[in-house]
């Protein structure tokens, strides 16, 4: 896929996938590669393999590899397929190519979480990457301490085809976009469906989502009224979906994957426990509230 190409694919959804393990806790690709078989059949522009949702921080370098490798089979074709890599800046290049090389369109690089990192030294952290990679590349930003300045040295590269704003500082994002009118740079909404909404006003195209792994109809209607501009039908369906969002964010976004998890193995899909640190299970209370949610979806033919 070209990079012009790449870049209007970010404007839709970038749908994270989870991954599923078996009994011993390894990777499960026959029912990853269904979940992501789904995602994509169900019309999401762009999945996401790697990602937080799919739990990138337990996973081995060769975990990744592998996974991204399942990733591109089952979605054939249907949707474009961007790898996560991130860590190291060796690491990310050496899963960065791997990624090319399997057939990723393009790769997303996480916020690197190295506690001594400078701000203006992350923006260096992406674009090195960025120049030593042949693969678009999406900065996936997750703090509002970098410099305005500096954020839109990296929202401007001609390497990097988006970055993933993932801070709620509304402020921030406002002056990044309005910084960088006039010029090709692609600012996405890395905090999933029920902040589109404002980024959308303030000038951000496409968001990322967890919630296609279980209701992708949901996501893509929020989708599509952004899109169209009717805000009173996105703020609609965001309501639908705020309990289960609102679950995620429990234990400073601890329960966040595990929500996903559990509601798909509330759907028969046995997907496997989150991997230590991230919360293995929900407290009975939290699932069986879960399950209400998902009931109250399958009402409105949304599910």
């Not at 190519?97 to 030294?121: C, E, N, Q, R, T």
């Not at 992708?216 to 169209?228: D, H, I, N, Q």
Request: hydrophobic share 45%.
């Amino acid at each position: 896929m070209k990079f012009e190409a790449y870049r209007r694919v970010l404007h839709g959804i970038s749908g994270v996938h989870v991954t599923a393990y078996d009994d011993r806790g390894e990777i499960e690709p026959k029912l990853t590669g269904r979940i992501v078989s789904d995602i994509a059949a169900a019309g999401v522009h762009n999945i996401v393999t790697g990602g937080n949702t799919g739990e990138f921080f337990s996973l081995t370098t060769d975990e990744v590899i592998r996974l991204q490798d399942i990733a591109v089979a089952a979605v054939d074709g249907r949707s474009a397929v961007t790898a996560a890599a991130g860590r190291s800046v060796r690491e990310a290049i050496t899963v960065a190519k791997a990624a090319k090389a399997a057939g990723a369109d393009g790769v997303m690089i996480h916020h690197p979480l190295d506690p001594f990192a400078a701000p203006h030294s992350q923006v260096d952290y992406f674009i090195a990457i960025a120049e030593a990679v042949d693969l678009p590349l999406v900065a996936y930003v997750r703090s509002d301490l970098i410099p305005l300045d500096q954020m839109v040295r990296l929202g401007s590269h001609p390497a990097v085809a988006g970055v993933k704003f993932a801070s709620t500082n509304t402020m921030r994002f406002a002056e990044c976009v309005r910084a960088t009118q006039g010029s090709d740079a692609t600012w996405i909404c890395g905090l999933a469906e029920s902040w589109a909404l404002p980024f959308y006003a303030l000038g951000g195209k496409g968001f990322t989502s967890g919630l296609v792994n279980i209701a992708p109809a949901l996501s893509l209607a929020v989708w599509r009224a952004l899109e169209a501009g009717d805000y009173a039908a996105a703020r609609d369906y965001v309501d639908r979906i705020a309990p289960f969002e609102t679950m995620r964010t429990k234990y400073n976004n601890g329960a966040n994957v595990t929500v996903v998890k559990e509601a798909l193995r509330l759907r028969g899909a046995e997907v496997g426990a989150v991997r230590l640190p991230g919360l293995p299970e929900l407290e009975t209370t939290d699932r069986q509230a879960l399950g209400r949610i998902l009931e109250s979806w399958k009402e409105s033919a949304l599910a």
